[in-house]
C-alpha cells in the first residue's frame, strides 16, 4: 500500500534535555520509551502496544556453540528454552511471559553456518499492551543491568509504542502528528500524506539511535490515521517504527 511505502526502504536496515509533560520533564538519559511515553501522555493517549528490541551482530565458533542453550538456561532458569539446527542454521529461542501477562520478553541467537563460524545476532524483545509505572521500572532495569549480560557489546535498540488519541473528530491527522513531532523538537526529513493517514520521519535530539536512508539521517518515525469513528491511532517509533498497527 502506498502509506506503507515510507517504511520499506527502511525496514532493510533492521532486521530531551528540556521536554515538558503534565508530571514531570524529560531528560536526556530517560529511556526511550519513556521519553515517547510522555509525549503519549502529554497528548493524553492511550498505550495499546509497546516494544523494545535490542540487536548485537555475533560471529561463534562451532566449539563455541556448544553448550550455550545449557549455558542460557542456567542463567536465565525462567525461560522456556529451545535449540533448532538444521540447513546450516543454528537458532536458540528463549521465551519468558511475566505474571499477569504483563509483559512478554524473547531471546534469540539466529545464525547461519559460513565455513567453521556460525555468524548472524542476538536478538532480545520485550513487549507488552499496557504501561505502568512497574513497566517502566523493568525497562529501565532491563536495559541498565539485564543488557550488559546478555550482550558483549553494547546493542541496537529500537523503541516503539502505539496507541489511540480519542476525540479527534475536529483535529487532522498531520495537525496531531506536527504536535507530536514539535515535542520532540524534531526535524522533519520525511514527510507522506493521504486523506487520513500521515507519516513523518524526523531527526529529534532525544533519540540517539540514528539510521540513514537515502542520504538521510533520522532517528524517530511518527504515524497518525483516523478512524471512523474520529479517534487517532498513532505509532511512535525510534528510530523506526516496528510494530504493525
Not at 30 to 47: A, C, F, R, T
Amino acid at each position: 500500500m502506498k502509506k506503507k511505502s515510507i517504511f520499506l526502504t527502511v525496514f532493510v536496515f533492521i532486521f530531551i534535555f528540556i521536554l515538558f509533560t503534565k508530571d514531570r520533564a524529560l531528560v536526556a538519559n530517560d529511556s526511550d520509551l519513556n521519553k515517547i511515553m510522555d509525549v503519549i501522555d502529554e497528548n493524553e493517549g492511550k498505550v495499546t502496544e509497546w516494544q523494545l528490541i535490542a540487536r548485537e551482530p555475533i560471529a561463534i565458533s562451532i566449539e563455541q556453540r556448544l553448550g550455550q542453550k545449557e549455558k542460557w538456561e542456567r542463567q536465565y532458569p525462567e525461560f522456556t528454552w529451545k535449540e533448532r539446527e538444521e540447513k546450516g542454521e543454528w537458532v536458540i529461542l528463549g521465551e519468558y511471559i511475566a505474571p499477569d501477562d504483563l509483559y512478554k520478553e524473547t531471546i534469540q541467537i539466529v545464525t547461519t553456518r559460513l565455513n567453521s563460524m556460525y555468524e548472524g545476532f542476538i536478538l532480545y524483545e520485550l513487549k507488552g499492551t499496557k504501561w505502568t509505572e512497574h513497566i517502566r521500572l523493568t525497562t529501565e532495569k532491563k536495559v541498565n543491568h539485564f543488557f550488559p549480560q546478555l550482550f558483549r557489546k553494547t546493542p541496537s535498540l529500537f523503541a516503539c509504542m502505539t496507541g489511540v488519541f480519542n476525540d479527534m473528530m475536529d483535529i487532522a491527522a498531520m495537525e496531531k502528528a506536527l504536535n507530536i513531532n514539535e515535542l520532540l523538537q524534531g526535524e522533519i526529513v520525511e514527510k507522506l500524506e493521504e486523506k487520513h493517514f500521515v507519516s513523518l520521519t524526523s531527526r529529534s535530539p532525544y533519540f540517539s539511535n540514528e539510521l540513514t536512508a537515502n542520504e538521510k539521517t533520522f532517528n524517530v518515525q511518527i504515524s497518525v490515521r483516523k478512524n471512523d469513528r474520529g479517534d487517532a491511532v498513532f505509532a511512535i517509533g525510534t528510530p523506526i517504527l516496528t510494530i504493525e498497527y
